[in-house]
């Protein structure tokens, strides 16, 4: 498991993130995924036999451990990093890294902490105060072979957190690409 963590965290933290009017997503067959705006974990449930979720790691962090782009996104809390793998039929799809303000681990959404290998978006999504919004895409990979990634932040209650997810080869995502 480690050595997911030791080559996608990285590349997260390390990617150049544009606004998705960037991108001409629209006409393209990934624009779909990486503009979703309610639950990934949900779409990526429906194009296999058994979705899973594998956690990596989750440990607090300092608030001087975030990049000034994502304390401008979630504000200067301390926040619970959780860095997760989300599989459909046991293929490594997704690597995604959550960022959840101390602030965010309050009242109702306490619970967060303990989420385990449920998807952080059925968590969020079940809520009808949850909305997405500061949307960004990022290709981590060539033209020829792109990688893509993306990076919203999500609201529960009025209380932030961030999801940077990078979607992996064999992800769903590049399945008409590939001529599926």
Not at 17 to 46: F, I, K, P
Not at 69 to 84: A, H, K, N, T, Y
Not at 89 to 103: E, G, K, S
Not at 153 to 162: A, D
């Amino acid at each position: 498991m480690s050595e997911f963590k030791q080559l996608y965290s990285p590349l997260i933290q390390s990617a150049k993130w544009y606004s998705v009017q960037s991108w001409a997503l629209e006409q393209t067959s990934h624009g779909a995924w990486l503009l979703e705006s309610a639950s990934l974990s949900r779409r990526l449930a429906q194009y296999c036999q058994h979705f899973t979720v594998t956690v990596l790691a989750q440990t607090m962090i300092s608030n001087s451990h975030l990049s000034v782009m994502e304390r401008q996104l979630i504000g200067d809390s301390d926040c619970l990093e959780r860095e997760v793998m989300l599989y459909g039929d046991q293929q490594p799809w997704v690597f995604a890294r959550t960022l959840i303000p101390i602030t965010t681990l309050s009242g109702a959404e306490q619970d967060l902490v303990d989420l385990g290998n449920i998807p952080l978006g059925y968590r969020v999504f079940n809520d009808r105060n949850s909305r997405r919004d500061a949307l960004e895409v990022a290709n981590l990979g060539t033209q020829q072979q792109p990688r893509w990634a993306r990076r919203s932040r999500l609201w529960i209650n009025e209380k932030p957190m961030l999801v940077a997810e990078l979607f992996l080869t064999e992800s769903p995502v590049y399945a008409k690409e590939k001529g599926c």
